[in-house]
């Protein structure tokens, strides 16, 4: 298991030693969704939030 900082609380997050990139966390601190953009070296940033597809 690993821990990496919130980018947005710096709280640590705990990261499954099984993570895989573009796999989705939330910070325990702020509850913040988090996405996995890197392994190595382990990085998150913010999840971009899922909008709405109205067929346009």
Do not use: F, H, R, Y
């Not at 499954?16 to 990085?43: K, N, Q, R, Y």
């Amino acid at each position: 298991m690993g821990v990496v900082k919130c980018p947005v609380c710096d709280g640590d997050v705990n990261v499954a030693t099984d993570v895989m990139e573009g796999e989705l966390l939330t910070c325990a601190d702020c509850g913040i969704e988090l996405e996995v953009t890197s392994l190595s070296p382990l990085a998150v940033e913010e999840a971009p939030e899922v909008q709405e597809d109205w067929g346009e």
